[in-house]
């Protein structure tokens, strides 16, 4: 007789499937992503998290750093090392919803309509300077970052699990460049910041370049496949589980009405923010083997979970106060849970 969902033999099977046991084995293979990764990217381990991070909570990433950091080595190492498909949009001027997303291309043969599959249809989408298109054209990503779906002629498409946007801007660069919607910017998960490397990881850049090293040919590099999709599709539901007290809950509010309040800040975060900070500092703490996130995971978190839901007033502008101070100064500020 076939087990029912309430039998014996089901809970070993479901107490064996999230025993600490496997997800260690999972937050193995997570690590050994990140090796593979330090094999294409050196000096960059806190952006790399990010991006596992970001994967395990189902989110997206904006990146913003100079020219020449290494943003888009960063997710393409990043694709190879999970085994995922990848896509890369080159934003620009002239780029349409279409180009993005797919159209509606007639068959002279059939006489019919057929749907084409834009580049979004993939696992990992390299949104390259994404500050380059105007806001019409970034539109057509904000279905496909929130429901994980396109819709044309009225017909939703699912897109592939995992997706993952990860998009690239340059802080510096103003000239052709749209400024991103707050309703854009808010699909995001996590804000990181690409600094350039230290001296020493330099060096080991350099040294790897005089060697030989092609960043076109990650397979030269050594680059293989350190994770299935069902260890991701694991993990990501590990994540989830992560325990999460009341208290805690608390404090992640107590954080978002302190931005409201703030002098400084002309809009607060959004009840999205706070949804958002919870999954990051769970999947935080889930890498960090925690059976529950604690005070740090959420401070650890909050910076680049917070930093591009915020607009500052323009006097507090005009004082050159930053973001990532305000927020820090809600951290200082907000009663911590025993």
Known sequence: MTDSPLTPAA????????????????????????????KAVVGQDGTVTGLLIALL???????????????????RAFSTALGLDTKRIQFTPDLMPGDVSGSLVYDARTGEFEFRDGPVFTNIVLADEINRTPPKTQSALLEA???????????????????????????????GTYTLPEAQLDRFLLKLIVEAPSREAEMTVLRRHASGFDPRDLAAAGLVRAASIDEVHAAQRAAARVDVSDDLLGYVVDLAQATRRSPSVQVG??????????????????????????????????????????????????????????????????????
Do not use: C
């Not at 913003?64 to 960063?74: M, S």
């Open 57 to 75: 909570a189902r989110g997206h990433v904006l990146l913003e750093g100079v020219p020449g950091v290494a943003k888009t080595l960063l997710v």
């Open 269 to 338: 975060v959004s009840p999205r923010a706070t949804t958002a900070l919870l999954a990051a500092a769970k999947a935080w703490a889930w890498l960090g083997g925690y059976p529950a996130i604690t005070p740090d995971h959420v401070q650890t978190m909050l910076v680049p979970t917070w930093r591009h839901r915020i607009r500052l007033r323009a006097d507090a502008e005009l004082e050159g106060v930053s973001v990532d101070a305000v927020l820090t100064s809600v951290l200082q500020q907000t009663r911590v849970p025993v």
């Open 11 to 38: 809970d070993v099977a479901a107490s064996v499937a999230g025993s600490p046991l496997d997800d260690a084995a999972l937050r193995e293979a997570m690590n050994r992503v990140r090796t593979e990764v330090g």
């Open 145 to 175: 970052m929130e429901e994980r779906q396109v819709s044309t002629d009225g017909v939703s498409r699912r897109l592939p699990d995992p997706f993952l946007v990860a998009a690239t801007q340059n802080p510096i660069e103003h000239e």
